[in-house]
């Protein structure tokens, strides 16, 4: 699966309509983090990022490996 969304340097807020929008289409999303957001504390981060999108799009994460996360809307 590839990643439909990445989050970049604007950060999580951007994203939320567009990941709201994809979960309505599909039931499952992938989400890559860009590397400057998260260099030197890459898993600790990449955790409260998908944490923060999770909660703010009513999805649940699925999984999480370095810069990337996959969520579901049940």
Known sequence: ???TIKIGKSGVDK???ETKLQ???RKEIKIK???PMVEGRMSVFTKEIAEDLAKK???KIL???GRTFIL???
Do not use: F, G, H
């Open 1 to 3: 699966m590839e990643a």
């Open 33 to 35: 983090v860009n590397r």
């Open 23 to 25: 979960l309505k289409v």
């Open 63 to 65: 999984w999480i490996k």
């Open 57 to 59: 799009t009513d999805s």
């Open 15 to 17: 994203i939320v309509e």
């Open 72 to 74: 579901r809307r049940d």
